[in-house]
């Protein structure tokens, strides 16, 4: 069973910094892409970053270009989002997502193949 724990999320100031953190289990973690995304209060769920285990590559939105950074530790089947300088407008649940695709561009997008519950970031101004 595939499992997806997301930690690290909470309150933070504007233009302070978060570590997100999620723990996968129950597949192959080499053979996955695996990334964040975000709703906000009555927006839809959008994509923010993801990485490709195979090859290591990545996908940005360009909200956050330059502002976050996705790592992935094959060892402790950790996928880890560095947040930086983040404003009110970044608050939102961000869940993590796991993809089986073997696509050669990085699956970043709302049919991802398995979810976790999610963290709330709320980002005070």
């Known amino acids: 069973e595939v499992q997806l724990v997301e930690s690290g999320g909470g309150l933070v100031q504007a233009g302070g910094s978060l570590r997100l953190s999620c723990a996968a289990s129950?597949?192959?973690?080499?053979?996955?892409?695996i990334g964040w995304f975000r709703q906000a209060p009555g927006k839809e769920r959008e994509g923010v970053s993801c990485?490709?285990?195979?090859?290591?590559?990545?996908y940005y939105a360009d909200s956050v270009k330059g502002r976050f950074t996705i790592s992935s530790d094959t060892a402790k089947n950790t996928v880890s989002l560095q947040m930086n300088s983040l404003q009110p407008e970044y608050t939102a649940v961000y869940y993590c997502?796991?993809?089986?695709?073997?696509?050669?561009?990085?699956?970043?997008?709302?049919?991802?193949?398995?979810w976790g519950k999610g963290t709330l970031v709320p980002v005070s101004s």
């Open positions: 990485i490709k285990n195979s090859d290591g590559s990545t």
């Open positions: 129950g597949f192959t973690f080499d053979d996955y892409a």
């Open positions: 997502a796991a993809d089986s695709s073997s696509s050669d561009s990085v699956p970043c997008y709302s049919g991802m193949d398995s």
